[in-house]
């Protein structure tokens, strides 16, 4: 028997491709293709195959954990002839001459189902009994890339932190999606409680981003920096998963890269922290100075706490500590250095140019009102108080050091500090604020200073004479010793001779107070330097000789060094010395009896002299008046004549 095989079994189908999603639990995702079926020349019985289709799902295993990962082909027959055995769906199937019947052919794919190209699935139909008798279709399903990412649930989202925290979050990015991603992270948003945007410091390594694979996962550091001036309160920080390709977000009900997004919820805590700094373009904590001597350094005092605070000012001192040496006493107050103090002043600014500097009032703690813009001094409590002060806010201050007049010429520390009205670390108050000052406890509202005494110290050590007489109007050298103890040199030293009638102790302390009197001075001479002692020397001297002229009479000399006081000195009181014994001249008595004489002389003689000079004066005048007399007397006798002979 002939049979013609071309044309005997005809397939008509629209499309042989389709794309589809993976199966979700509930659902299955299948790609429903509908093949038309035509039995050409004579009815027969046509067996359905599916060669090369994924493996069948055996009996003992249930569709739903089937369906993870296997793909599912089915074949439907609902509006096509039935199998000539009713008991077995794959028995060939009578088909009817020039009859279109459809078979619906499903294939669906796994939950786990990769994107891209499923497995071909072949559909064939042969005539029973004639396997060259067929015809097939090759169906091609794809599998949509499914995008999705997701944060690692266990990540921490809830902190609390302080203005200026830094602290990096470890967080994992893991591709849910059926495909691998070049997903991007960033930053959506910072915000506060109200909703209203702020500006924060989020680094996201985006640099470091790769792309991920199906399932796989990536840690990413993301580093939050709180600024240093926020205020308090709760702040929200949102990140975002993007994938590479927009996809339908269901969440959000529109097509987008968005794929996920973390919220991290942060609490600024109310955040105390006094600060005490010097702008080294203004002004220098290391400075030289003197006793007696009045050293300002200005400072700045920072609120850098996001509350307002009430800030109190303190100095301290260095004590002996525990293991021989030296560490700041954490108690204020000055110590050994009891006669020096410091004390403190506001400096305010009209406009760029123009500086008031103001006191601080006196007042006691326990007043009711405290000036808004003014600093106090509380002298019931012993302490200083800066008005109260805005978040972020500086306050230039002037702190004044007196040095005491009997300072020891040594290199000092002083410890400024500023405290919080909430107290230290200790008290939950100024974050950094520790009662230690050494090493790394050097906090903020901490300052040190330092003062380098330098001075000389001229100190009249020898003063002799090889003679106490010589005559009037001839000099005494007196020899004198002078030395420097101080740790500086000295210039313009200016050593003088003064001469009293007796050096008394209440004549000394007026020298000591004003110096010599101008009419008292009898020698002057200035020495150009005096060195300072080195390291091997308790002095550094120089010898002079200074000529006392001699005048009439004995006198206490006095020995007088740097009399204007000129010269910053550790100590005064070595600078006068008087001579051991009184200078004269070789007789005394006679000496002063004879001024006195000369002194009286001399103006008896100019007496004398003027009375003569008036007599001869007179005796000329009369001489000369008796000459022109008698020339008078001629002149009248020549005219008589004369008239007579006329």
């Not at 520790?434 to 330098?454: H, K, M, Q």
């Not at 030395?483 to 009293?500: D, M, R, Y």
């Not at 001399?602 to 005048?621: A, E, K, R």
């Amino acid at each position: 028997v002939s049979i013609r095989s071309i044309g005997n079994i005809v397939f008509e189908i629209f499309d042989t491709s389709e794309i589809i999603k993976p199966s979700t639990v509930n659902t299955a995702s299948c790609a429903v293709y509908d093949l038309d079926v035509i039995k050409n020349y004579e009815p027969g019985y046509l067996v359905f195959t599916t060669p090369g289709a994924p493996e069948a799902k055996p009996d003992e295993i249930d569709l739903a954990t089937w369906r993870q990962d296997h793909w599912t082909v089915d074949l439907d027959f609902s509006n096509a002839p039935g199998p000539r055995d009713a008991e077995d769906p794959t028995s060939p199937r009578l088909w009817p001459v020039e009859t279109k019947y459809t078979v619906q052919v499903s294939v669906c794919a796994p939950i786990n189902a990769n994107a891209g190209l499923g497995p071909a699935v072949t559909v064939k139909a042969h005539l029973e009994g004639y396997p060259r008798v067929a015809n097939s279709v090759t169906l091609s399903t794809n599998v949509e890339h499914v995008y999705g990412l997701q944060f690692d649930e266990e990540i921490k989202t809830d902190y609390m932190v302080n203005p200026g925290d830094s602290w990096e979050i470890l967080t994992t990015v893991i591709n849910t999606g059926n495909g691998p991603d070049n997903y991007d992270l960033r930053l959506s948003s910072v915000s506060d409680s109200s909703g209203i945007a702020v500006l924060w410091d989020v680094d996201i390594p985006r640099g470091t981003l790769e792309e991920l694979q199906r399932g796989a996962g990536q840690p990413v550091p993301i580093t939050i920096n709180v600024p240093k001036q926020v205020p308090a309160g709760d702040y929200t920080v949102v990140i975002q998963a993007l994938s590479e390709e927009v996809y339908m977000n269901e969440d959000l009900n529109k097509v987008t890269r968005l794929r996920n997004e973390i919220t991290f919820h942060i609490t600024v805590n109310e955040f105390y922290d006094m600060q005490i700094s010097m702008d080294e373009s203004v002004d220098n904590d290391v400075k030289t100075s003197a006793p007696g001597r009045i050293v300002e350094f200005i400072v700045n005092i920072t609120n850098a706490g996001n509350v307002p605070d009430t800030p109190s000012l303190h100095n301290h001192t260095m004590i002996k500590s525990d293991s021989g040496g030296e560490e700041f006493d954490p108690i204020p107050g000055m110590n050994t250095l009891s006669e020096w103090y410091v004390d403190w002043k506001m400096v305010k600014y009209v406009g760029s140019d123009l500086i008031i500097e103001t006191e601080c009032t006196e007042m006691k703690s326990t007043a009711e009102e405290f000036p808004e813009d003014e600093c106090v001094w509380l002298e019931d409590i012993n302490e200083w108080r800066l008005p109260t002060m805005d978040p972020y806010t500086t306050h230039t201050m002037i702190a004044t050091v007196h040095i005491s007049t009997g300072a020891k010429l040594d290199t000092r520390d002083i410890g400024l500090k500023v405290t919080s009205m909430a107290g230290n670390m200790e008290d939950n108050g100024d974050h950094d604020d520790s009662p230690e000052w050494s090493g790394e406890l050097l906090d903020s509202n901490e300052l040190i200073v330092t003062l380098r005494l330098r001075a000389p110290n001229l100190v009249i050590s020898e003063v002799s004479v090889s003679s106490t007489s010589n005559e009037v109007d001839n000099t005494i050298p007196v020899r004198v010793v002078l030395q420097n103890t101080g740790n500086v040199h000295a210039t313009n030293i200016e050593v003088i001779l003064c001469e009293f009638d007796e050096a008394t102790e209440e004549v000394l302390d007026d020298i000591r107070d004003g110096g010599c009197p101008e009419d008292s001075v009898v020698t002057r001479q200035t020495i150009g330097a005096l060195l300072a002692p080195d390291a091997s020397e308790d002095a550094q001297e120089i010898e002079l000789y200074l000529l006392y002229p001699v005048s009439a009479g004995s006198y206490d000399v006095v020995v007088v060094v740097d009399p204007m006081n000129n010269i910053v000195e550790v100590s005064e009181r070595d600078n006068i010395r008087v001579v051991d014994e009184p200078l004269s001249s070789e007789s005394p008595f006679l000496d002063v009896a004879g001024e006195i004489v000369s002194n009286w002389a001399l103006p008896f003689g100019v007496l004398v002299l003027t009375f003569s000079l008036f007599g001869v004066l007179y005796l000329v005048g009369r001489g000369r008046r008796a000459e022109v007399n008698k020339r008078l007397a001629e002149q009248s006798s020549l005219i008589s004549v004369l008239d007579d002979e006329v």
